[in-house]
């Protein structure tokens, strides 16, 4: 069953209205960013699965959890997607990172892939997709489509900011994968942008609005 997850957290809700404002830099949004990605993995992670290993403390032996079963990977939506990586990492360090490029078309609003770099057991591991922003849903679909096609089979989406109309597209085209999201803001504007939102994700993590 398709889990759909807002997340409520003090801390994750407190850094999403400090992104928000229209004063927040691109060298604090890219900090708050990284911060939020944080949070949201330690609580995307929460159902994983463990398995006991015995291993030898300074005292005597004993039995520990350690993670089992699948490795993780996280795999950004280029370019917005970037700004969680590193936040992602700071919780599983372990983790390979892959890469999906996507556009979207100003005309039709679709995405347009240009670039696609998979570890090369992503079949093996966990996935775990990133953007800041869920808006149309276009090019989370069709990045997931892009994974499931190359042999992906354990995928979760996760994003900052999401509309209920990206969501509900998420929900349509792919059932199987949970949904975490920080913020589920209200609408989509007639240019396809969440309100109230944050503006371009991408331009206000790299300065280039």
Request: charged letters at 25%; one cysteine or more; glycine letters at 10%.
């Amino acid at each position: 069953m398709q889990k759909v997850k807002v997340m409520d957290h003090p801390l994750i809700q407190h850094k999403i209205g400090l992104i928000r404002r229209c004063d927040t830099g691109s060298r604090d949004f890219r900090a708050l960013i990284s911060e939020i990605a944080m949070y949201m993995c330690y609580e995307a992670t929460r159902d994983l699965k463990l398995q006991d290993v015995e291993i030898e403390t300074p005292i005597c032996k004993t039995t520990v959890k350690e993670l089992s079963g699948k490795k993780l990977a996280v795999v950004p939506i280029l370019r917005a997607g970037l700004g969680m990586v590193d936040g992602m990492l700071a919780m599983i360090p372990a983790a390979k990172v892959g890469h999906i490029g996507l556009y979207r078309d100003p005309e039709t609003l679709k995405p347009v892939e240009y670039f696609c770099k998979l570890p090369a057991d992503s079949g093996e591991r966990e996935i775990f997709v990133v953007d800041p922003m869920l808006a149309t849903g276009g090019s989370a679909i069709a990045a997931i489509q892009m994974l499931k096609e190359k042999g992906v089979k354990n995928i979760r989406f996760m994003c900052i900011i999401a509309a209920p109309e990206g969501v509900e597209a998420m929900k349509q085209a792919h059932p199987d994968v949970d949904i975490y999201i920080g913020a589920l803001d209200d609408h989509l504007n007639e240019h396809g942008y969440i309100v109230p939102g944050l503006g371009d994700a991408g331009d206000r993590i790299f300065g280039t609005k």
